[in-house]
């Protein structure tokens, strides 16, 4: 089984920057992707960026804002948030898709609270 910690959320003003981090552990496994999302409400959780295969998408919401890297030595994926927006607080989800032997397996974190506020 893979875990995914989120740390890093918190209450930043308006134009702020905020740095949140997922490490991921678990048995050896082959990640085909892994990002963040966001949810402000109920259950419909919007992509905001995802690394994988081919490169790194990001929602048009957050271009030139927002921005992925990671250390894979340790696992762990930063989003870099800058510029922020009272339009991005959210609670922000780690998602990783794993390759298994016969499928996919889907993975997610238990969230990070993100308020931008003056």
């Known amino acids: 089984q893979v875990e995914l910690v989120e740390s890093g959320g918190g209450l930043v003003q308006p134009g702020g920057s905020l740095r949140l981090s997922c490490a991921a552990s678990?048995?050896?496994?082959?990640?085909?992707?892994m990002g963040w999302y966001r949810q402000t409400s109920g259950d419909e959780r919007e992509r905001v960026a995802v690394?994988?295969?081919?490169?790194?998408d990001y929602a048009d919401s957050v271009k030139g804002r927002l921005s992925l890297f990671r250390d894979s030595t340790k696992n762990t994926l930063y989003l870099e948030m800058n510029s922020l927006k009272t339009e991005d607080t959210a609670v922000y989800y780690c998602?990783?898709?794993?390759?298994?032997?016969?499928?996919?397996?889907?993975?997610w974190g238990q969230g990070t609270q993100v308020t931008v506020s003056s």
């Open positions: 998602h990783a898709v794993v390759t298994g032997q016969t499928r996919d397996f889907e993975y």
């Open positions: 678990g048995s050896i496994f082959t990640l085909a992707s």
């Open positions: 690394v994988g295969a081919g490169g790194t």
